[in-house]
């Protein structure tokens, strides 16, 4: 039997427009920003803010799959997709960080090219004033992007979020290396602070990298998950629950997928058996946020040597 619920560990359900929304919010910034920093850089001759631009750009493209992601990964399960589109959102996020990466080489290749080269920099006042407001702005956007990612649930949004963090936090270290260079006249300095946001770049993509390939190749739930719901399952030994075992957990996007074999007691009928097993599975989803759980009824004779249920546990159902 499967039950598949809406709510999350507050118990409500979730809003896909505030995914949305949140997603949106972060475009309309990141366009803004860009058209500033592009602006910023050509007036100035700064290779750092060009690159800031570009590194906006990325997180503007990263923003727009993001919104795309959230609404597609909202859609109901379909023929096609009986287990619903969730894993979009996983996909977002790998997109999203190979983009970061492939930013990050056009950042390095044009910061060694002035550094050979050569170039000259003027009215930095300008450029770092918009440094200023471009890391008050991605903070606060990202503060509300990770807010909306923890009540959803949202590897997407997070993913965002993550990445006008480390937007704000290169522009942090451009802002140091402008006013450096606008003190000591040392322009050198402008491809260097250009070298270390892509050093910051490719750290942040491949943290994405790392964690979006984990569940789209369908990476079993944190040991404390699995551990929760082997506890739910104990629990329920008072109620004629002799055993479980082949739990299989795994998540995409923010859903949670659970599916196991419980075994109950010699004597207990069909329907004890199936109104038990609604129950756990009700309490499975209390410690898991919209966990889809499945469960697979079998005899107590089918109790493997260890994994036997306790008649009265620790703790209670």
Do not use: C
């Amino acid at each position: 039997m499967r039950s598949t619920p809406r709510q999350t560990v507050s118990g409500k359900a979730p809003a896909p427009a505030s995914r949305s929304g949140a997603a949106a919010l972060s475009i309309v910034s990141n366009s803004t920003l860009i058209l500033l920093k592009v602006i910023a850089g050509a007036v100035t001759g700064s290779v750092a803010l060009l690159t800031e631009a570009l590194h906006s750009s990325f997180d503007l493209v990263a923003s727009v799959v993001a919104f795309v992601s959230v609404r597609k990964a909202d859609v109901p399960a379909d023929e096609d997709h009986p287990y619903g589109h969730e894993k979009f959102e996983d996909m977002a996020a790998a997109i999203e960080g190979m983009l970061i990466l492939v930013g990050s080489g056009v950042i390095v290749f044009e910061s060694v090219r002035r550094l050979v080269v050569g170039g000259e920099v003027r009215l930095l006042g300008f450029g770092i004033a918009v440094l200023a407001f471009s890391i008050a702005v991605n903070l606060v956007v990202a503060a509300r992007l990770s807010d909306r990612a923890r009540q959803t649930g949202s590897p997407a949004l997070e993913a965002d979020a993550s990445h006008l963090r480390t937007d704000a936090a290169t522009s942090a270290g451009v802002l140091v290396g402008l006013v450096l260079v606008e003190v000591t006249g040392a322009v050198w300095l402008d491809p260097v602070a250009a070298l270390l946001v892509a050093g910051a770049i490719v750290v942040a993509g491949v943290r994405i990298l790392r964690s979006s390939s984990r569940v789209l190749i369908d990476e079993a739930l944190p040991a404390e998950e699995l551990h929760a719901i082997a506890e739910e399952v104990q629990s329920f030994g008072p109620r004629g629950v002799a055993g479980f075992h082949k739990l299989r957990a795994r998540r995409a996007g923010a859903r949670r997928y659970v599916d196991l074999h419980v075994q109950f007691r010699a004597g207990t009928t069909l329907e004890a058996a199936h109104a038990t097993s609604h129950a756990l599975q009700h309490a499975i989803q209390r410690r898991l946020a919209r966990a889809d759980v499945l469960i697979h009824l079998e005899p107590e004779d089918r109790v493997l040597p260890g994994t036997e249920v306790p008649l009265v546990p620790d703790g209670g159902s």
